[in-house]
């Protein structure tokens, strides 16, 4: 066996002694209940613009991008903008990719790769600021509920022609809404992509956890994502990606269009 196949065998090797290691599984759920009591996850930037983020799944991310290769990111969630700033930075690591393998200029204003962010209340600060950031030319954003038909249509309108779709399902963590978003944006996810669909931890924590949320166990998107797939044979759960991680909001969100 050369060393390439070696390496990615033991790998796989160690993910899957990890999905029998229940002392492991305990203590990284352990980890991201203390340190979610803390705001551990409010404690970081991407290129200036905070991202409420774990490190983990920023990574998780990039290495989702960088294995689709798409041209549009679609994410429901802007707060501060900073996983818009991530998505598209990503898409420019693409185009530079793209280039240097052609043997071409890169010209970043010619690029049709592009992050679409929806939020039913972008505040103005957070706006100004992402739209003067140097990322701004690939970002566009939507303002409005991501389940009102209105704004599901602008983003099907905007989808339009794109070849390969990412989805980001990060607003309204409860059962009903994140089932209208699976619904909306899930079929614009193409074959081999993902529907990416955060905290469905929140599932997985004690109940009352989040005292001043609407969403609980037994109402948030780990129940949502159970009840959709049940009718989408067409999507299947990544479960390497969340025994690699480990520590990570999306366990059972990582949904990969078959392909």
Same mark, same amino acid.
């Given at each position: 066996?050369?060393?390439?196949? &070696?390496?990615?065998?033991?790998? /796989?090797?160690?993910?899957?002694?990890?999905? *029998?290691?229940?002392?492991? &599984?305990?203590?990284?759920?352990?980890?991201? &209940?203390?340190?979610? &009591?803390?705001?551990?996850?409010? $404690?970081?930037?991407?290129?200036?613009?905070?991202?409420? *983020?774990?490190?983990?799944?920023?990574? %998780?991310?990039?290495?989702?991008?960088?294995?689709?290769? #798409?041209?549009?990111?679609?994410?429901? =969630?802007?707060?501060?903008?900073?996983?818009?700033?991530?998505?598209?930075?990503?898409?420019?690591?693409?185009?530079?990719?793209? +280039?240097?393998?052609? =043997?071409?200029?890169?010209?970043?204003?010619?690029?049709?790769?592009?992050?679409? @962010? !929806?939020?039913?209340?972008?505040?103005?600060? $957070?706006?100004?600021?992402?739209?003067?950031?140097?990322? +701004?030319?690939?970002?566009?954003?939507?303002?409005?509920?991501?389940?009102? #038909?209105?704004?599901?249509?602008?983003? /099907?309108?905007?989808?339009?022609?794109?070849?390969?779709?990412? !989805?980001?399902?990060?607003?309204?963590?409860?059962?009903?809404?994140?089932? =209208?978003?699976? $619904? %909306?944006?899930? #079929?614009?996810?193409?074959?081999?992509?993902?529907?990416? !669909?955060?905290?469905?931890?929140?599932?997985?924590? #004690?109940?009352?956890?989040?005292?001043?949320?609407?969403?609980?166990?037994?109402?948030?998107?780990?129940? +949502?994502?159970?009840?959709?797939?049940? @009718?989408?044979?067409?999507?299947?759960?990544?479960?390497?990606?969340? *025994?690699?991680?480990?520590?990570?909001?999306?366990?059972?969100?990582?949904?990969?269009?078959?392909?």
């Amino acid at each position: 066996m050369n060393p390439v196949d &070696q390496f990615a065998q033991e790998r /796989r090797d160690r993910l899957a002694g990890y999905a *029998q290691d229940t002392a492991f &599984q305990t203590l990284s759920r352990d980890w991201l &209940q203390a340190s979610m &009591q803390r705001q551990y996850v409010y $404690n970081f930037d991407w290129m200036g613009r905070p991202i409420i *983020q774990y490190p983990q799944d920023m990574v %998780a991310m990039q290495e989702l991008v960088w294995r689709v290769r #798409p041209d549009l990111i679609i994410e429901t =969630g802007i707060a501060h903008g900073g996983s818009l700033v991530l998505s598209a930075s990503l898409l420019a690591l693409l185009d530079m990719s793209d +280039a240097i393998e052609a =043997g071409t200029t890169l010209d970043p204003r010619a690029s049709r790769r592009k992050v679409l @962010g !929806v939020d039913i209340d972008i505040r103005a600060h $957070n706006r100004a600021a992402i739209e003067a950031h140097p990322m +701004a030319s690939r970002i566009a954003m939507i303002q409005g509920s991501a389940i009102a #038909p209105e704004v599901v249509q602008q983003v /099907r309108d905007f989808a339009q022609g794109y070849q390969r779709v990412l !989805v980001c399902l990060d607003s309204m963590h409860t059962h009903d809404h994140v089932l =209208g978003e699976l $619904n %909306a944006y899930a #079929p614009l996810v193409t074959p081999g992509s993902y529907c990416v !669909v955060f905290d469905t931890f929140v599932e997985d924590m #004690p109940p009352k956890f989040f005292a001043d949320r609407p969403w609980d166990v037994g109402n948030n998107p780990k129940t +949502a994502v159970h009840q959709w797939l049940a @009718g989408h044979a067409e999507f299947e759960i990544d479960t390497e990606m969340e *025994q690699r991680l480990q520590v990570t909001v999306a366990p059972h969100g990582f949904l990969r269009r078959k392909g």
